[in-house]
């Protein structure tokens, strides 16, 4: 999934820096306080830009290799802001044996864009997520909060056309 | 709360409070004191929670209130039922009705009728062949199950700690504590139920308490760490048990902390389960209220505490020493062992780590007796196990069932069978370190070693059935392709060898696989279980090894037929236009991207086999089902 250097400007607000300050203040000297510290991070700004990974790394007093290696390590870390809507595409095995690579095959080609992507206006990002859980309802994917289940190809369209 | 007293004192108001719910299956033995005539539970997991039983707990709160009926019955929320295929579900207590597929529509009749008539809602009853089924224990889901792991999901509400008390909570925690047991005595009762780790591997939980008790720490400091990072795709037996019972896995880890001579507790815990997270931090603010954790422990002398860590969506993070790795806030990636983690663990000092569904075993253990536990199950695989079934199976959901049940009885009895008309083809456990059981081994008792000797493993417990329908090879690539993703790539066999394997799979599923390509994947398979740094390189090969051993024919029809048995691969499957249903309308012809369907208008049009590109497009497009893909 790429999960590269973002081309999209950093945009943080004082207000978000100055929550990220207090969390930094809050775990500094605890010891493993990197994973943390970077899930506040994306949780105020959305995902984690090079300015927030140095911000994190001169507050904590650790390198910034090692925060970088720590963001880039999981999959839940993402240098990439997200759509307005964001597409979780389950590809658990329970989904997949049901078809969830059919549906995937569909967003792509309904968003012209890949899996870990986003689309040019901002609007949607879709990624392609381990098992949600919900096994009873697959294949499923999450579009924000709202989970849509037993999903086939040809209602791809007409959900996506409720966000337009 | 400080003292026994006063514990028995809130177990015996809240058994008679409970007394409402009691049935054979989950007997409480107590005079109904209760002032609510009904309890109404809802299932609040994550299953459920999806199709919509959250807006159903509101409608029932709003139109009881409205109805004036507030104070007639309660309504629970409660953790998961296992039958997530009929979710939302609902159990009104003292009946025990059974309501599946439950809507915020339904709401008012079952209010206006159950609660306020006492008349069940015979529509929404759940049925099985044409019968209706009152209640759970009855249903032919349930027969076959015995719960141990999963004893309290569905049946109290997980954010209340004195429900847990009422059924018996925090009875062996405090018996130790304030009897002074001696340590070894409950390392011994451990170690005799044969209890073998739930998490996959299967190793004595008794004895890794006793290495980690024995293990000499230089500052005395030892950690209790709980593996809640269940990343196999399909499997969520721990994450239901954290969502409907969390309070039995603390009380567990508590008491291993008192064997181990640990005084604090981790518990890491996937970030993708928000419910669970939000209901064990809710279990454990509880028990730091009434006393179960924190400093001097119903005044025993004895501190343990428990935190919370968020893993961030790494599958290798499951393995123990990457797990670990990653609380100390790293890179997860594995170390080599020895030292095992009860010998050198978290930040270096003995820690003992168990799993979620392993500790949720801990208590019925030391509150019925290691005897009792010891006489279920087979010779060297003791007690229960939960399988969350999922895939072409009838009832998806969760089943508890003593080892050495066979496949049949949970794919056909509990399960219900493959849906649809078609054929039960394998079941895959063990998720991306198991393997496929073909059809034809379905009388298999399923324990650890019985599940070894055919090429699969028990795993965390993920049961994902397939049908006719499903391509061998392209399972065996879908788990690689998932190792791929998820090989932390510290170690050169896992992170150049799956991609070499992968690749080999590619070239088969794609039509261009020769007979060597076979042998070359077996020899790779050998070398990557032989020299991989931890146990998700060294297992990564299973999912190719089984199928190639059970569906040999399978990969023998992609490499020397070029044929895709299933219909799955697409660079092997044929488009092909039947001239009797074609109406010569061009509308194909005008969709295919890649211009190879010629024809005139009005006449049967072909495809050109040779400028295909298998996309689908044709079929999707024509209005006269004239084309079929084989």
């Known amino acids: 999934m790429p999960n590269c250097k973002t081309v999209i400007a950093y945009h943080g607000t004082p207000q978000q820096e100055d929550e990220l300050k207090k969390v930094i203040e809050a775990h500094k000297g605890q010891a493993g ?26 507050g904590l007093d650790v390198p910034l290799s090692e925060v970088y290696g720590v963001a880039s390590f999981y999959a839940q870390f993402s240098m990439n802001p997200k759509g307005k809507y964001q597409i979780s595409l389950c590809l658990g095995t329970a989904c997949y044996v049901k078809g969830a690579g059919d549906i995937l095959e569909e967003l792509e080609k309904k968003l012209g864009i890949k899996a870990g992507g986003i689309t040019l206006d901002g609007k949607f990002s879709l990624d392609a997520c381990r098992c949600i859980g919900a096994c009873g309802l697959a294949p499923v994917m999450m579009i924000n909060d709202q989970v849509y289940g037993r999903l086939t190809p040809d209602q791809i369209g007409p959900i996506l056309a409720k966000y337009q | 709360m400080k003292t026994i007293s006063e514990l028995t004192a809130l177990r015996e108001e809240m058994q008679g409070r409970l007394a409402l719910r009691h049935t054979s299956d989950f007997p409480i033995e107590a005079t109904n004191t209760e002032t609510y005539q009904r309890h109404i539970l809802v299932c609040a997991g994550t299953g459920c929670t999806s199709s919509n039983s959250p807006a159903i707990i509101e409608a029932l709160d709003k139109e009881l209130k409205a109805k004036g009926l507030d104070k007639t019955a309660k309504v629970v929320h409660t953790g998961c039922f296992g039958l997530c295929a009929l979710g939302p579900i609902m159990v009104i207590y003292p009946e025990g009705a059974f309501y599946s597929h439950v809507t915020v529509e339904d709401v008012p009749e079952i209010v206006d009728s159950h609660i306020a008539k006492g008349q069940l809602v015979e ?12 209640t759970l224990p ?11 792991g999963l004893r309290h999901c569905g049946v109290i509400n997980p954010d209340d700690i004195n429900e847990y008390i009422g059924v018996g909570g925090y009875t062996a925690l405090t018996r130790i504590l304030t009897e002074k047991t001696e340590p070894q005595a409950i390392i011994d009762a451990v170690k005799n139920s044969g209890l073998r780790g739930r998490g996959g591997a299967g190793f004595s939980t008794g004895t890794k308490w006793q290495f980690t008790a024995d293990a000499q720490s230089e500052d005395g400091v030892k950690y209790v760490a709980c593996n809640a990072d269940e990343g196999d795709p399909g499997a969520f037996m721990d994450r239901s048990v954290l969502e409907g019972d969390p309070h039995s896995v603390l009380e567990a880890m508590t008491i291993a902390g008192y064997a181990v001579g640990a005084h604090q507790g981790y518990i890491y815990i996937r970030a993708e389960y928000p419910i669970a997270v939000d209901r064990l931090n809710t279990a454990i603010s509880q028990s730091r209220e009434l006393g179960f954790l924190g400093k001097d422990i119903f005044g025993s002398g004895f501190d343990f505490d428990i935190e919370l860590r968020l893993g961030a969506g790494a599958f290798v993070c499951g393995e123990e020493t990457a797990l670990m790795t990653s609380i100390e806030g790293h890179r997860g990636e594995p170390r080599p062992r020895p030292p095992f983690p009860a010998v050198k663990g978290l930040w270096q000092r003995p820690t003992l780590l168990n799993n979620v569904e392993t500790y949720a075993n801990i208590t019925w253990i030391l509150n019925n007796g290691w005897e009792k536990f010891a006489a279920i199950g087979t010779a060297k695989s003791k007690g229960t196990k939960v399988f969350a079934l999922g895939g072409k199976i009838t009832n998806t959901g969760l089943v508890e069932v003593p080892m050495g049940t066979t496949l049949r009885t949970i794919i056909e009895d509990i399960g219900g069978g493959v849906p649809n008309g078609h054929k039960f083809k394998a079941a895959q456990t063990g998720g991306p370190s198991g393997g496929c059981i073909p059809a034809s081994l379905i009388d298999t008792p399923i324990d650890y070693d019985s599940l070894m000797a055919i090429g699969s493993m028990m795993g965390s417990g993920g049961l994902i059935v397939m049908d006719d329908t499903n391509c061998m090879v392209d399972i065996a690539k879908f788990f690689l392709e998932f190792i791929i993703d998820e090989s932390c790539g510290k170690c050169t066999p896992c992170r150049i060898g799956t991609k070499r394997l992968y690749d080999l799979l590619c070239k088969i599923t794609e039509g261009n696989g020769t007979l060597e390509d076979i042998d070359t994947i077996e020899e790779l398979c050998q070398h990557l279980q032989a020299s991989s740094l931890c146990a998700l390189g060294q297992s990564a090969p299973n999912p190719v090894l089984s199928t190639l051993t059970h569906f040999r024919d399978e990969y023998i029809a992609h490499v020397v037929e070029k044929r895709c048995p299933a219909g799955v691969c697409k660079n092997l499957l044929k488009f092909t236009i039947d001239p009797d249903k074609c109406r010569g309308c061009t509308l194909c012809a005008r969709n295919c991207p890649a211009q190879a369907i010629s024809g005139q208008l009005r006449a049967p049009h072909v495809i050109d086999h040779a400028k295909c590109v298998k996309c689908g497009a044709c079929i999707e497009n024509c209005k006269f089902g004239a084309i079929s893909r084989s």
């Not at chain 2, 529509?123 to 009152?134: A, F, I, M, P």
């Open chain 1, 33 to 58: 306080a990197t994973m943390p510290v970077l899930q506040a991070a994306q949780e105020i700004f959305g995902y984690l830009p090079e300015e927030v990974q140095i911000m994190i790394a001169e």
């Open chain 2, 123 to 134: 529509r929404l009853l759940h049925k099985e062949d044409g019968n209706t089924v009152h």
């Open chain 2, 138 to 148: 009855e249903s032919r889901f349930y027969k076959n199950q015995m719960r141990i």
